[in-house]
């Protein structure tokens, strides 16, 4: 089975310091990782995916991943945090579909981040 | 907007009444999922259509919840003699061909009364 551990469930930054959001997972096989983000009463949008090749991942809004095979961790993160990065920030995984196992994405609980301004 | 859109957005309902929320995916999408998200949690996975394949059901959905996709086009969830328990957003996600990533819809927050 796979799964998504999210240890935080709130993250305080200020605005101008960087940002980490923490993300485990546990799968059988290669991971596929991927991050979104959620805005109060909104569906989630997509931020960033690892699906193989550089472990530094580049995504929207000037968001970053590294995928760590060896602490099986893909933690999101941005140098420079705005008031607007506030928001519900969701890391997912599933295995390639020709795995044959689980199709569905599996989530974690999310972390809620606040940027003070 | 990621193209994925769902109707109604917000429904109240009353306990033991049938409620239906309808998913239109992107059109050259042929996978589609169905989440369930509670608050303070993770969307949780549903069902999954492949084109007009029911291919995977989750244990969550009890019998009282019917998923379809009748011509591969959009979808239907129907939930049947609805439980308080049933209150949550329901959300819509359909898949990019190649990169595997879901686009979702803005989802369907359901309370039931």
Aim: net charge neutral; glycine share 8%.
């Amino acid at each position: 089975a796979q799964s998504v551990a999210q240890p935080e469930d709130q993250v305080n930054v200020a605005e101008g310091n960087p940002l980490t959001v923490k993300c485990t997972y546990s799968v059988s096989g290669n991971p596929y990782l991927f991050w979104y983000v959620q805005y109060p009463n909104r569906g989630l949008q997509f931020l960033l995916k690892y699906i193989t090749g550089d472990n530094l991942v580049k995504g929207s809004y000037g968001f970053e991943a590294e995928f760590n095979k060896s602490q099986t961790s893909f933690h999101l993160k941005k140098p420079s945090a705005l008031v607007s990065d506030s928001a519900l920030y969701f890391c997912a995984v599933r295995v390639p579909l020709l795995s044959g196992s689980a199709r569905q994405l599996t989530f974690g609980s999310g972390t809620q981040l606040t940027v003070l301004p | 907007d990621t193209g994925v859109s769902q109707d109604p957005r917000h429904k109240i309902t009353k306990r033991g009444q049938n409620v239906t929320f309808r998913c239109d995916p992107i059109s050259e999408h042929n996978r589609l999922y169905w989440y369930r998200q509670t608050l303070g949690q993770g969307p949780e996975f549903l069902t999954y259509f492949q084109n007009e394949a029911q291919l995977e059901k989750s244990r969550l959905l009890s019998d009282r919840f019917s998923a379809e996709r009748p011509k591969g086009s959009f979808s239907t969830l129907e939930i049947q003699r609805t439980e308080q328990g049933d209150s949550a957003m329901y959300l819509c996600a359909s898949v990019g061909q190649i990169t595997g990533e879901l686009f979702f819809g803005e989802g369907s927050r359901l309370t039931v009364l």
